[in-house]
């Protein structure tokens, strides 16, 4: 009986058996032009069905409500159950497509501030104009710290330490003796951190990807010589700088030798430093299970002494074969964490895959669920499952569909935007955006875009003089935001 009821709503292209095209491979948006797109328009916006672009879900608009609506059907109402046609990881799939259509189509149209030097930005809380910090002379730079002679430290991702004067001069010439960096697709020298007691210490800390080339030898199959192979993975050293030279370096933390990889992706690091402590993180290096294991250093968020010794008290100190820093686990590429200057809770964004980007309140010993479970899909639309949500398993404190590849972020502590107090930042890549989250009993109250489309946005800092510093990828530039008047 069901099959003959389907048959009445399925496209005629999969009721001729021998014609039906393989559905298990096709990518999402495939899926949905072969599938939905005869009722519901290959745009969306309806016809026999709904459209998917007006914000409104009649049977409910939570993923879940939609997931449902897409396995039961309506057959009475005409929409097709699509229970054993299309597995769960599929679904998902489509919802995720939804969402991310839904969500661009919702925005078209709405004025963002378009920031441009020396003009008032308005936003909701605050209006800033922009002040060009550095212009020209930097590539890829990475991370910003301050020191406290007022002088500023500038990472480059291709392995270069640079120092801004205090009177706003970039120096033409980095660091001398920084460690060498295996500079390899998302890899090279990323974070820059000051010891909150540098003026005691001196100490300052560099995230890098570490490692050595292997010599290509010989030639492959086609005659053509064989490239040279990188081996890096993360690491976090500090050192002291003393006459424009990196000197007196320690490791704080290096993988075994046996998880260095070729891959050039996902390495994720970034500096917090609380109480003695140091928090840092490694991303995933495209490695997906290794991520839940806790022998294997990948997709971690580590605490350790500043030092680099191991808590005693970290999560799993008492499992035999656990890498003894790890703090957290199941993250796949945070590139974004601070303290909560409120009540001293630690947050991270993390990209996630298509349309699972997070922030995540980071707890002792938990478990962020990557690969597992996720609100994404591959970047090519075909699913990675259907699981959003587990026992024993973190939800994230809010995600993101369609992503905007969240990587820097940071609350701000200063004076000069009083309206921002103790709200969180986070810097957006792929959308070129700053957004706004307040957060209140660890939930965000409040999200606002404050600026959109000046660059690729790699980090937010909050700068000890109040304003708002923003590191831009293409162009490479910072900027910072500072009172209209
Ligand atoms: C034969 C036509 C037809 C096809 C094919 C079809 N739908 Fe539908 N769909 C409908 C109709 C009609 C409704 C409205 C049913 C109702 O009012 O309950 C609907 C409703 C829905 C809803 C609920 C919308 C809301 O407001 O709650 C979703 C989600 C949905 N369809 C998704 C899909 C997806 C995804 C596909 C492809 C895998 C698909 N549909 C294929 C006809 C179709």
């Given amino acids: 009986m069901k099959s003959l009821l389907l048959a009445t709503f399925l496209p005629a292209c999969l009721i001729a058996a021998d014609e039906s095209p393989d559905l298990s491979k096709m ?38 409500d939609i997931f449902q609506t897409i396995l039961k059907g309506n057959i009475s109402l005409g929409m097709t159950p699509w229970e ?99 500079s390899h697709g998302q890899g090279g020298l990323m974070e820059v951190a000051v010891h909150p007691d540098y003026e005691k210490n001196g100490w300052i800390y560099l995230g890098i990807s570490d ?10 199959k086609k005659g053509k010589k064989n490239k040279d192979k990188a081996h890096t993975i993360t690491a976090v050293v500090r ?55 806790l022998t294997n250093p990948k997709g971690k968020i580590y605490r350790l002494f500043d030092d680099g010794r191991e808590p005693k008290d970290n999560p799993f100190v008492d499992n035999k074969d656990a890498i003894k820093g790890i703090w957290t686990y199941g993250h796949r590429n945070p590139q974004g964490l601070d303290l909560d200057p409120r009540d001293g809770s630690l947050y991270s964004t993390e990209h996630g895959p298509r349309g699972g980007d997070e922030l995540n309140l980071i707890r002792k010993g938990a478990n962020y669920g990557w690969p597992v479970i996720t609100y994404g899909m591959n970047y090519n639309g075909t699913p990675i499952t259907s699981e959003t949500s587990k026992e024993g398993m973190e939800q994230p404190v809010t995600y993101w569909t369609p992503s905007i ?10 004076d000069a935007f009083p309206g921002w107090k103790n709200d969180l930042f986070a810097g957006a890549l792929a959308k070129k955006e700053v957004r706004r989250l307040r957060i209140e009993d660890q939930k965000v109250v409040e999200e606002e875009v404050i600026l959109k489309d000046f660059g690729r946005v790699r980090d937010v800092v909050d700068g000890p003089d109040g304003f708002l510093y923003v590191i831009f990828n293409g162009p490479d530039q910072i900027i910072r935001l500072v009172p209209a008047k």
């Avoid at 948006?29 to 519901?40: G, N, V």
């Avoid at 050595?212 to 492959?220: L, N």
């Avoid at 933390?253 to 109480?275: C, E, I, L, P």
């Avoid at 590849?405 to 200063?414: P, R, S």
């Fill in 405 to 414: 590849a969240v990587c820097g972020l940071d609350f701000y502590t200063g």
């Fill in 211 to 220: 490692g050595w080339w292997e010599k290509g030898e010989g030639t492959d």
């Fill in 239 to 293: 050192g002291r700088i003393k006459d424009h030279q990196w000197v007196d370096q320690e490791w704080i933390w290096k993988a075994d030798k046996k998880f260095y990889s070729g891959s050039g992706v996902h390495f994720g690091t970034r500096f917090v430093f609380d109480q003695g402590y140091i928090y840092f993180v490694i991303g995933e290096r495209g490695g997906m299970m290794e991520v839940q294991d």
């Fill in 84 to 182: 054993g046609i299309l597995t769960d990881e599929q679904i998902r799939s489509l919802v995720i497509f939804l969402r991310e259509k839904e969500k661009e189509a919702l925005t078209k149209g709405i004025e963002f501030p378009k920031p441009e030097l020396g003009k008032v930005s308005k936003t909701e809380k605050e209006d800033y104009t922009i002040e060009m910090v550095v212009e020209e002379g930097l590539k890829i730079p990475w991370a910003l710290a301050f020191l406290p002679d007022g002088r500023k430290l500038v990472s480059e991702r291709p392995g270069r330490l640079r120092v801004i004067s205090a009177d706003g001069k970039l120096d033409p010439k980095p660091i001398e003796g920084t460690p060498k960096v295996i």
């Fill in 27 to 64: 990518k999402v948006d495939k899926l949905y032009e072969t599938l939905c797109a005869s009722c519901h328009a290959a745009d969306l916006s309806g016809g026999q069905g709904p459209s998917f672009l007006d914000g409104e879900w009649k049977h409910g608009d939570t993923d879940a």
